[in-house]
T-cell receptor, first 114, second 113 residues
Framework: GDSVTQMEGPVTLSEEAFLTINCTYTATGYPSLFWYVQYPGEGLQLLLKATKADDKGSNKGFEATYRKETTSFHLEKGSVQVSDSAVYFC?????????????WGLGTSLAVNP | DGGITQSPKYLFRKEGQNVTLSCEQNLNHDAMYWYRQDPGQGLRLIYYSQIVNDFQKGDIAEGYSVSREKKESFPLTVTSAQKNPTAFYLC????????????FGPGTRLTVL
């Protein structure tokens, strides 16, 4: 079945460092791909998405490119801030059929130190 | 403002009691979802509903029940049959359409004493 694998955390960086969180997937058909962010004690917020191959999603300085050839959707940011400390989830949904469930990675915790 | 409301934010119950968690949305979304989140385990789907008066079990439905009598509301009951009910519960909704992200509420943290 469909699945998402993302790098284990926690990831600890200094402020202004470069961030990469790896995400790879297995899916039939042509999934849409998402990154969500969860700040402590809160629900999840959509960070960015991509709906077809070679699309680049971007938001708040974060970017991810839908790479069908490597089945990846790695999250990057050029210069992290303390306020980026959160848990990041990669997810996919298949666009085939009527089942619109999201398939989730386990999440990667990011801590940014000043 | 449109959004998803979950109440209360913190809930305490004694073991053996049923408890109902509220989820309301005014986004006019067709589909709604309930997830459970435990530390280090990501999100696990409990139940989902794609239309009023219809719902399906997710991956961990045992010990839970839901109803979907109105489009705006999707309450979750945690029954006494749920062996480890203490967790963070998240409700989400999704609009109709193909490229369909889910929108999340703020969550309810349930502690069973």
């Amino acid at each position: 079945g469909d699945s998402v694998t993302q790098m284990e955390g926690p990831v600890t960086l200094s402020e202004e460092a470069f961030l990469t969180i790896n995400c790879t997937y297995t899916a039939t058909g042509y999934p849409s791909l998402f990154w969500y962010v969860q700040y402590p004690g809160e629900g999840l917020q959509l960070l960015l998405k991509a709906t077809k191959a070679d699309d680049k999603g971007s938001n708040k300085g974060f970017e991810a490119t839908y790479r069908k050839e490597t089945t990846s959707f790695h999250l990057e940011k050029g210069s992290v801030q303390v306020s980026d400390s959160a848990v990041y989830f990669c997810a996919l949904t298949s666009n085939a059929g009527n089942n619109r469930k999201l398939i989730w990675g386990l999440g990667t915790s990011l801590a940014v130190n000043p | 403002d449109g959004g998803i409301t979950q109440s209360p934010k913190y809930l305490f119950r004694k073991e053996g009691q049923n408890v109902t968690l509220s989820c309301e949305q005014n986004l006019n979304h067709d589909a709604m979802y309930w997830y459970r989140q435990d530390p280090g385990q990501g999100l696990r789907l409990i139940y989902y509903s794609q239309i009023v008066n219809d719902f399906q079990k997710g991956d961990i439905a045992e010990g839970y029940s839901v109803s979907r009598e109105k489009k705006e509301s999707f309450p979750l009951t945690v029954t006494s049959a749920q062996k480890n009910p203490t967790a963070f519960y998240l409700c989400a909704s999704r609009p109709a359409g193909t490229y369909n992200e889910q929108f999340f509420g703020p969550g309810t943290r349930l502690t069973v004493l």
